[in-house]
C-alpha cells in the first residue's frame, strides 16, 4: 500500500512541475502595441504594429488581442521583420474568431531553420475606424516558442486608438467669399 501512495505521489508531483515548467512567464521580454495611442479618422483603415524587444531563438509565436467590433473592424495580419528576414522562410496564419462576436484576433507563426530574432515588428494588425471614441487594443494572450519548442510567455502590452469623428465644416456665403477678396 505505501509503495502504491509513493507512486501515486511522485506521479501527481511530476504533472505538477511538467505544468509549471512548460509555459514559462519570461519578464525580460516584452511584447507592445506600436504607436500605444493611434488617432485615426472615422472610416480610415490603418495598420499598428505588435513590436518585440530583444528576444533570440524564437521559432514561434501565438499573438491573441481583444478589440471593440462595434467601432474596430479587422482586416488582416501582415508579417512583420521578424518573419520576413528570415533566410529560411516562415509560415504565418489568422485564425479566425469563431465564437460571436467578432471580438478577438490571433495569429500564429512559425519560423523555419535558424529562427528569428528581436527587436523588431512581429506583426502589423490592419484595421478599419468605426464610429468615434476611444478603444482600446486589449492583449490577451502571447506566447513564444524556442528551438526546444518550449514556451515562453513574454510581457504583453496593448494600445489606445483613438477615432476623432468627422468634424463639420460651415461652407463661406458668397457674400463672405466678396468680402475676403475686395
Given at each position: 500500500m505505501r509503495n502504491v501512495i509513493r507512486t501515486?505521489?511522485?506521479v501527481f508531483l511530476a504533472?505538477?512541475?511538467?505544468i509549471l515548467c512548460s509555459a514559462r512567464p519570461s519578464s525580460a521580454v516584452t511584447v507592445s502595441i506600436d504607436p500605444p495611442d493611434t488617432t485615426v479618422a472615422n472610416g480610415?483603415?490603418?495598420?499598428?504594429?505588435v513590436i518585440v524587444d530583444a528576444v533570440t531563438d524564437l521559432r514561434g509565436f501565438q499573438?491573441?488581442?481583444?478589440?471593440?467590433?462595434?467601432?474596430?473592424?479587422?482586416?488582416?495580419?501582415?508579417?512583420?521583420?521578424?518573419?520576413?528576414?528570415?533566410?529560411?522562410?516562415?509560415q504565418a496564419?489568422?485564425?479566425?474568431?469563431?465564437?460571436p462576436p467578432?471580438?478577438?484576433?490571433?495569429?500564429?507563426a512559425v519560423i523555419f531553420g535558424a529562427?528569428?530574432?528581436?527587436?523588431?515588428?512581429?506583426?502589423?494588425?490592419?484595421?478599419?475606424?468605426?464610429?468615434?471614441?476611444d478603444k482600446p487594443?486589449?492583449?490577451?494572450?502571447?506566447?513564444?516558442?524556442?528551438?526546444?519548442?518550449?514556451?515562453?510567455?513574454?510581457?504583453?502590452?496593448?494600445?489606445?486608438?483613438?477615432?476623432a469623428g468627422v468634424t463639420p465644416v460651415r461652407r463661406p456665403t458668397w457674400g463672405a467669399i466678396k468680402v475676403i477678396y475686395r
Amino acid at each position: 500500500m505505501r509503495n502504491v501512495i509513493r507512486t501515486a505521489s511522485a506521479v501527481f508531483l511530476a504533472a505538477i512541475a511538467f505544468i509549471l515548467c512548460s509555459a514559462r512567464p519570461s519578464s525580460a521580454v516584452t511584447v507592445s502595441i506600436d504607436p500605444p495611442d493611434t488617432t485615426v479618422a472615422n472610416g480610415s483603415s490603418f495598420y499598428v504594429r505588435v513590436i518585440v524587444d530583444a528576444v533570440t531563438d524564437l521559432r514561434g509565436f501565438q499573438l491573441v488581442y481583444s478589440y471593440d467590433s462595434g467601432s474596430l473592424q479587422f482586416l488582416d495580419f501582415q508579417p512583420g521583420g521578424v518573419l520576413t528576414s528570415s533566410p529560411d522562410g516562415f509560415q504565418a496564419f489568422t485564425l479566425p474568431d469563431v465564437t460571436p462576436p467578432a471580438d478577438s484576433l490571433a495569429y500564429d507563426a512559425v519560423i523555419f531553420g535558424a529562427g528569428g530574432s528581436g527587436p523588431g515588428i512581429l506583426a502589423f494588425i490592419h484595421l478599419k475606424a468605426g464610429p468615434s471614441g476611444d478603444k482600446p487594443i486589449g492583449c490577451v494572450r502571447v506566447g513564444f516558442r524556442d528551438s526546444h519548442n518550449q514556451e515562453t510567455l513574454p510581457t504583453c502590452v496593448g494600445g489606445l486608438v483613438e477615432i476623432a469623428g468627422v468634424t463639420p465644416v460651415r461652407r463661406p456665403t458668397w457674400g463672405a467669399i466678396k468680402v475676403i477678396y475686395r
